[in-house]
């Protein structure tokens, strides 16, 4: 079945660089686009970036544009979150989303797998 495993979580300080990785088994890595979602404390789970299948199409979330960079790597079935410039508001548990086909959309209702989730926290 489908799985994708986040790591590369944890505590750093305002302006400091973390890179979040998410492991993808079970289908066609290939054919699917990829999503990074974030959620913090008693707020809706937000889109944060999105790349396609092919790896030539991204989004951001205005919050991040500029910050992070998302990048998948299809030999290793593994997309990347780049996150640079981190600031106290980007603290939240981030989770790397999947869904087939090309197009990356925004909504979290368009993306049927789900990981488990890895805590970034931004301390300032």
């Known amino acids: 079945q489908v799985q994708l495993v986040e790591s590369g979580g944890g505590l750093v300080q305002a302006g400091g660089s973390l890179r979040l990785s998410c492991a993808a088994s079970?289908?066609?890595?290939?054919?699917?686009?990829m999503g990074w979602f974030r959620q913090a404390p008693g707020k809706e789970r937000e889109f944060v970036a999105a790349?396609?299948?092919?790896?030539?199409?991204?989004s951001y979330a205005d919050s991040v544009k500029g910050r992070f960079t998302i990048s998948s790597d299809n030999a290793k079935n593994t997309v990347y979150l780049q996150m640079n410039s981190l600031k106290p508001e980007d603290t939240a548990v981030y989770y790397c989303?999947?869904?087939?086909?090309?197009?990356?959309?925004?909504?979290?209702?368009?993306?049927?797998?789900w990981g488990q989730g890895t805590q970034v926290t931004v301390s300032s």
């Open positions: 790349i396609s299948s092919s790896g030539a199409g991204t």
């Open positions: 989303a999947g869904r087939f086909g090309t197009s990356t959309p925004t909504s979290r209702y368009a993306y049927p797998y």
């Open positions: 079970g289908y066609a890595f290939r054919n699917y686009a």
